[in-house]
């Protein structure tokens, strides 16, 4: 899935999600669950939510685990098979754990044209990762996107859901430099 | 580049009629307070105090074309649904994801309780009861916006139950896309609202005006159209058919990006500016960067066959654009320059719409794939001469028949019209092959160029040693 676009939420600032004080202890010993609980309460587990809950637990768990899929299709009644095929479907869900950072590309034509099948070069060699890949420290997560509307702003790279436009090879680099602390 | 540094993008300059981004050079033209300061919620007012046949009436009358790609007459539309099933739905078509396209984007971050407003008033006409807004994932800003306007319109009455004292009640319910450009087609959209993949669904028979969401009557709407809606209540249906022409009347908003000196979004008037207006036009992109030369441009988003500088006379006017070979679509104007390598660019588009590919049909599963494959084979320098029919070869698979593409009086060619044929259920098909189909016919020599010099390396140049020999 090489066009993963930004995981939005998790870029929110912080978690929307808020567990009830005074919970008992989720029963999987992690309380993470709870906070999806929470949400399908409010959802009355509807199986039409799938979607939305689905954003929830990725908001919440950073990424979409073989627990936290087999989890939500327990809770709608869902045979996982389902789940699994809505979750591959859309380019949001991520199965993997991101890196510290990660660093978007815009690939669309507007972007393209100016320059972005650079960008992403030289950024996948200077810090040794593969697109859609994380780099072997961690740190950093490369990926691209299909336009993200932002065309006027053209060849654009989002990095930790901040947009930066007017970009080119350097620029990009230099602003990783300033995120990361320089290549190792 | 922007004079308002928080609506970056959208480029105002010139006395044209504002209809949907009046609000835009306000920073905080988003909220409650400024909305209402400037007239906001006053077509809604209008709205109730006539019948919602009246309201119907006065949208039909001034032909609000659709903005999100097929450019179907709103007003049309609403009265297509069956007469006695209730409940019916609106579903708001925020999935915005053409490719260059950007102007919904706008429109729900700078102005959210304009769309919010254009629902109500739809909603009240068509007897809808409940809305749906579908807000694309990668939009988080728009999402925040609209979400922060619709509590503020639920607290002050404008939505919920008993609008304004009335007997009209309607709920608004938001939903934030998971990332797919196919879910922008409406059937693949009320699919994923019922929380499935976004295939899209087969029809004829049943559109989703008689069989939608749930099974219900459900009108699928664009931002922009909606957007429409306030203004034409406040102004009236003559003020609005007053701007452009009789068949395409009022404004409608275009996104240009590539080699223009001033990409950006403008509000433009509908049916009478041309191209050579938008690219050239001082209130407008001012040019080719650097001074180069116009080489080709992509009229109505990334699924448009392309024009040449040949076609730049052409107003903004459905049928002549697609008499001419094209359409309008989502509004998006892709500029190439004479730099630009057109078997390159075509691919990027290819590649996308064939990554985007439901993978239902299989000409378009199969089809956009190889497309994708014998081109970039092509730009990478390793085609054959035989790979230029084998475009066409799985292009006529996809879509049988002449399929659309302008006219150029230095290849000698007639221009043929829209539409086209296709063996696919979705445009997404005919869309992986419409950029492969105008660059291969009015650039030929382009993809001929990169499989002579293929053809031409020395072979005799290149030693066979043990190692190589065996290497494949
Ligand atoms: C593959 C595909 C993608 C589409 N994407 C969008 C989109 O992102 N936004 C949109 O408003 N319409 C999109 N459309 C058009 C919708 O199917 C539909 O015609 C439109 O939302 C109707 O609204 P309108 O009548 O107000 O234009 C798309 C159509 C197709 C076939
Ligand atoms: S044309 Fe492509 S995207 Fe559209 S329904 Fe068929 S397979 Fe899916
Ligand atoms: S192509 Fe990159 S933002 Fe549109």
Redesign the pocket.
Known sequence: MSDTALEAGASASGSRHTVDPGRPEHPSGDDRFALVDTHLRRVHDAQDQLIETLHVAQDVFGFLSDDVLLYVARALRLPPSMVYGVATFYHLFTFEPPGEHTCTV???????VKG?DDIVADVATAHGVHVGDTSADGRLTLRTAR?????G????VVLDGVVHGHQSPSGALALLDGELGGVR | MSSYPWAAGYIDDGDRPKIVTSRFHLEDGYTLERYQATGGYDGLRRALAKSPAEVHDEVRGATILGRGGAGFPAGTKWGLMPADKYPRYLVVNGDESE??T?KDRLLMERDPHQLIEGCLIAAYAAGLAQVFLYIRGEMPLAHERVGQALNEAYAAGYVGTNILGTDFSVDIVLHWGAGAYVVGEETALIESLEGKRGEPRLKPPFFPAAIGLYGQPTIVNNVETLSNLPWLLVNGMEAYTAIGTQTSPGTRMVAV?GHVNRPGVYEIVNGTTTFRDLLYGDEFCQGIRNGNELKAFVPGGGSAPWFTPEQLDLPFEGRLVGAAGSMLGSGAIMVMDHTTDIPAAALTLTHFYAAESCGQCTPCREGGTWLERVLSRIVDGNGTPADLDQLLEIGESICPGAFPHASSSALGLEATPFPYKMTTICFVGPSAYAPVHSALTLFRSEFEAKITRRNSIPVTAVHATPETAGAH
């Open positions: 815009c690939t669309g034509t507007a972007c393209f972005a336009c993200l509307g932002s065309c702003l053209a060849p654009v | 490719p260059g950007y990006s």
